[in-house]
């Protein structure tokens, strides 16, 4: 912790009070006149003429810090000579070396100064900051009367060239204001950026004849000030010049007494606003102040443009509002605009963002707190640029309005050597790494591309990444339990559904448990494996917990997710799901979960998977018990609704032969895809179908005498009337769909089950195809006890669970199955 010192009196006031400008101008002060003072001892007599001295960067601003660089330009009229003129420049050096000042220093002529070297912007930029110390008067007025000509003739260069290195800066810290040890100097939003700021409005305001003055920005000089505030304070901890605020040095500036009422949280909550007023002003004027580009860029641009409409204009890339007015109490105008976003991927221009924090205080109440915004939400996370989007809406503050949970983390620091961001800076880089997955070109990677195809809905997956880590605000420890909590009345006020409520917050409660066991257990041991099968519970909600690991960790740090993790990461998916494959044959319901459930209920229940309870609520259970009873009399009942844009059927009949190629079957002659497909089996021999179908030609849409149809159709054929055979029998096999280049594969096991064999069917899709596999394995003699049928992607994944006699497959039926499998799936 820093002390106050009897021999640094300036030090003292500053820890009282700490003004870093009067620490600058008193630092400022003092190295001018050592510097003076050794330039008159050193190099007066040497050089009566033809000598300037000059202050440039931050001492010609005369904002030194107490360790900053002293940067001297020596302006001469020729080259110093070899002998007394170099021995007397060494000596002036060399004293000031000896009072420990660093020093940056260069020797030019007025030619040198007024010409652009490509390898030395940086003594151009640091003439913008120049001032006269001593010397030769009349040489300093010759560079006064040539900089500005050069300024102005060459400001458009130098503007380049100053957004070209902060862009490389910028990149260098993953473009991000939120780091947890930020380098207050360096790192966007730095007071790099804050002289960038002032640098460019220097040159865009350049004349001929007269020096170009900065703009004061008022607005930015309590942010400017805070930062300068802890660059002073890290220099005296250090005695150095050091910018880095590290965890420890945080800690101690909150217990400065002009900090310490604030609290640690709230003091660097201001740290990283100021940070991003800062940031927001550098990206403002660089984006004002870069050309269009070279020309192929610039038609690229163009075709971006045309994406524009009659409430958006895209132009240089980024998106205007052509009603700004609208942007002010409008939440429809607002809606629309990050939609756009989302959608094409195009961020908002300065002036866009300049208009929404304007009206930010009379959107508070229209916004309301995002009381049904539900369908806002879940249309723009299913969009490919959704994070583009959400990144947006937390820079305008719009987020927060909307989820004021958000606000809660907005800026949040929870210190931790592992993770390198605050908590919304990790959350949004959680939801882009999902988004980069289909561009992987790491095979690695791929491999999770092709989990995010298969997803159920991306749209819950990106909430639970958005809300998993809501808890940390409160500083519980264990900061899952708050965030479910938190999650769950969010999403209640945004009006999500039950059921969709029940999946993010299922996921933001396991989200911890596979990088748990990546961290902590032997992935080889087969306890593992069955307990992640019991905290995922369902392939499908596997699938989603992989991803968030896999975002989770990947945004904790560029570098955290190495190719090690990355292996045992899929390796803990792959076990996992074998685990949980075994288990939908050979984990069956033996008695109901609660005493509540009525008699027919468990009795109906008896012998269905387990997975079965962990995929339905009570009440679905209770309508497909009616649905069951339904099919006593007859023997059959079928029931097919809407939901979303697809349809969903459910069967209930009595176990039979081609059951499954026959529903299957049926779907197919009327057209339809088969999206998701599960065949259950209870004790009394009754078998649960359910499907998810899509209608690509809008027949059940547009003539909805078809749906009563379909409903009669598939009565008929599950009852023995109708021959489904006939139904297909002048339908032509489509092929495959082209862009599908996937080389189908068959997997036979018999040890996954202790009664069963597993077939795993993975292939390109095409209508008809469940019906062509399970015709080919009923027609093989074998019966199908249990199915799981999943498309995404135009890649199906058919898990089938045969017996042949109440037996296993034998080898030779396995063989020849496998055979007749593959001949299916390949397109003729």
């Given amino acids: 912790m820093l002390t106050s010192s009897p021999s640094d009196p300036m030090l003292d006031q500053f820890l009282l009070h700490g003004d870093a400008a009067e620490v600058q101008a008193a630092r400022s002060a003092e190295v001018d006149l050592a510097v003076r003072r050794a330039f008159e001892e050193y190099l007066q007599p040497r050089f009566p003429k033809d000598l300037a001295l000059l202050a440039v960067g931050g001492f010609g601003r005369r904002e030194l810090f107490p360790y900053s660089d002293v940067d001297l330009v020596l302006l001469v009229r020729q080259e110093p000579r070899p002998g007394p003129e170099r021995d007397a420049l060494s000596a002036f050096l060399r004293a000031l070396w000896d009072q420990r000042l660093r020093l940056g220093h260069s020797v030019r002529t007025v030619a040198d100064c007024c010409s652009l070297d490509d390898r030395n912007i940086e003594?151009?930029?640091?003439?913008?900051?120049?001032?006269?110390?001593?010397?030769?008067?009349?040489?300093?007025?010759?560079?006064?009367?040539?900089?500005?000509?050069?300024?102005?003739?060459?400001?458009?260069?130098?503007?380049?060239?100053?957004?070209?290195?902060?862009?490389?800066?910028?990149?260098?810290?993953?473009?991000?204001?939120?780091?947890?040890?930020?380098?207050?100097?360096?790192?966007?939003?730095?007071?790099?950026?804050?002289?960038?700021?002032?640098?460019?409005?220097?040159?865009?305001s350049s004349q001929p004849y007269q020096m170009p003055v900065p703009a004061g920005f008022p607005?930015?000089?309590?942010?400017?000030?805070?930062?300068?505030?802890?660059?002073?304070?890290?220099?005296?901890?250090?005695?150095?010049?050091?910018?880095?605020?590290?965890?420890?040095?945080?800690?101690?500036?909150?217990?400065?007494?002009?900090?310490?009422?604030?609290?640690?949280?709230?003091?660097?909550r201001d740290y990283y606003r100021s940070a991003r007023l800062i940031h927001r002003a550098a990206l403002h004027w660089m984006e004002t102040s870069e050309p269009g580009g070279s020309a192929l860029l610039a038609q690229f641009r163009d075709w971006r443009s045309r994406v524009s409409n009659s409430d958006f204009t895209v132009a240089r890339d980024r998106v205007l509002l052509r009603r700004p007015g609208q942007a002010a109490g409008d939440p429809e105008y607002l809606k629309s605009l990050f939609l756009f976003i989302a959608r094409h991927g195009i961020p908002p221009a300065a002036d866009t963002r300049r208009r929404i924090l304007d009206s930010l205080p009379s959107l508070a109440q229209p916004l309301n707190a995002g009381v049904g915004y539900w369908p806002f939400f879940k249309e723009l996370l299913s969009l490919p640029h959704a994070g583009l989007a959400l990144e947006a809406m937390h820079e305008t503050g719009v987020l927060a309005l909307i989820l004021p949970e958000w606000g809660a983390i907005d800026c949040l620091v929870v210190p931790d050597y592992y993770h390198r961001y605050t908590v919304d800076a990790h959350t949004l880089a959680s939801i882009s790494v999902l988004e980069e997955l289909p561009a992987a070109a790491d095979p690695l990677r791929q491999r999770f591309a092709g989990l995010l195809e298969e997803v159920d809905s991306r749209p819950l997956l990106l909430a639970a990444a958005l809300m998993h880590d809501f808890g940390k605000a409160a500083r519980s420890g264990n900061h899952v339990p708050e965030s479910v909590r938190l999650a769950e009345a969010a999403l209640a006020r945004l009006g999500a559904s039950p059921e969709e409520r029940r999946t993010v917050t299922f996921l933001i409660d396991r989200h911890m448990d596979i990088s748990t066991a990546l961290g902590s257990r032997d992935l080889e041991d087969p306890a593992v494996a069955k307990a992640?099968?019991?905290?995922?519970?369902?392939?499908?909600?596997?699938?989603?917990?992989?991803?968030?690991?896999?975002?989770?960790?990947?945004?904790?740090?560029?570098?955290?997710?190495?190719?090690?993790?990355?292996?045992?990461?899929?390796?803990?998916?792959?076990?996992?799901?074998?685990?949980?494959?075994?288990?939908?044959?050979?984990?069956?319901?033996?008695?109901?979960?609660?005493?509540?459930?009525?008699?027919?209920?468990?009795?109906?229940?008896?012998?269905?998977?387990?997975?079965?309870?962990?995929?339905?609520?009570?009440?679905?259970?209770?309508?497909?018990?009616?649905?069951?009873?339904?099919?006593?009399?007859?023997?059959?009942?079928?029931?097919?609704?809407?939901?979303?844009?697809?349809?969903?059927?459910?069967?209930?009949?009595?176990?039979?032969?081609?059951?499954?190629?026959?529903?299957?079957?049926?779907?197919?002659?009327?057209?339809?895809?088969?999206?998701?497909?599960?065949?259950?089996?209870?004790?009394?021999?009754?078998?649960?179908?359910?499907?998810?179908?899509?209608?690509?030609?809008?027949?059940?849409?547009?003539?909805?005498?078809?749906?009563?149809?379909?409903?009669l159709t598939l009565e008929r054929v599950l009852?023995?009337?109708?021959?489904?055979?006939?139904?297909?029998?002048?339908?032509?096999?489509?092929?495959?769909?082209?862009?599908?280049?996937?080389?189908?594969?068959?997997?036979?096991?018999?040890?996954?089950?202790?009664?069963?064999?597993?077939?795993?069917?993975?292939?390109?899709?095409?209508?008809?195809?469940?019906?062509?596999?399970?015709?080919?394995?009923?027609?093989s003699g074998a019966n199908i006890e249990v199915v799981l049928v999943d498309t995404e992607a135009h890649k199906a994944i058919d898990v089938f669970y045969v017996t042949s006699g109440g037996k296993k497959l034998s080898a030779d039926q396995q063989s020849e199955l496998k055979l007749r499998l593959l001949a299916v799936c390949s397109p003729s």
Wanted: hydrophobic share 40%; glycine share 4%.
């Fill in 123 to 204: 003594l151009s930029i640091s003439l913008l900051d120049q001032r006269f110390l001593a010397g030769d008067e009349q040489l300093y007025a010759e560079l006064s009367a040539a900089l500005p000509r050069f300024f102005h003739l060459r400001r458009q260069d130098l503007m380049n060239h100053l957004c070209r290195l902060t862009r490389v800066r910028h990149a260098r810290y993953a473009n991000t204001i939120h780091h947890l040890e930020p380098n207050v100097k360096e790192t966007p939003g730095g007071l790099r950026d804050f002289q960038l700021v002032r640098w460019l409005s220097q040159l865009r």
């Fill in 219 to 268: 607005e930015l000089q309590p942010a400017r000030a805070l930062l300068s505030m802890v660059r002073c304070y890290l220099h005296y901890r250090a005695g150095r010049d050091s910018n880095l605020l590290t965890f420890d040095a945080q800690e101690e500036i909150a217990g400065l007494p002009f900090i310490s009422s604030a609290g640690f949280a709230e003091w660097m």
């Fill in 532 to 711: 992640l099968a019991s905290r995922c519970q369902t392939e499908e909600r596997l699938k989603d917990l992989t991803l968030l690991t896999y975002a989770d960790v990947s945004a904790v740090h560029p570098t955290a997710m190495t190719p090690w993790r990355l292996e045992q990461l899929w390796r803990a998916y792959l076990v996992t799901h074998e685990e949980l494959t075994r288990e939908l044959d050979s984990d069956r319901i033996t008695e109901p979960p609660s005493a509540s459930y009525p008699p027919q209920l468990a009795a109906f229940l008896a012998g269905f998977p387990a997975r079965y309870l962990r995929t339905h609520t009570e009440e679905q259970m209770m309508a497909h018990l009616a649905l069951h009873q339904k099919a006593l009399p007859d023997g059959v009942a079928v029931e097919i609704s809407r939901e979303g844009g697809n349809y969903i059927l459910w069967v209930a009949t009595r176990d039979k032969p081609f059951l499954l190629a026959s529903i299957a079957g049926a779907l197919a002659g009327f057209g339809l895809n088969i999206l998701k497909a599960e065949a259950f089996s209870n004790r009394q021999g009754m078998v649960l179908d359910s499907f998810v179908f899509e209608d690509p030609s809008r027949t059940l849409e547009l003539n909805p005498p078809e749906l009563d149809r379909l409903r």
């Fill in 719 to 779: 009852s023995g009337r109708l021959d489904v055979k006939r139904l297909l029998q002048n339908r032509p096999k489509p092929p495959a769909a082209r862009r599908a280049r996937l080389q189908p594969s068959v997997t036979i096991d018999s040890d996954a089950s202790p009664s069963a064999t597993l077939i795993e069917v993975v292939a390109p899709d095409r209508p008809g195809l469940l019906y062509d596999l399970a015709s080919a394995i009923s027609g």
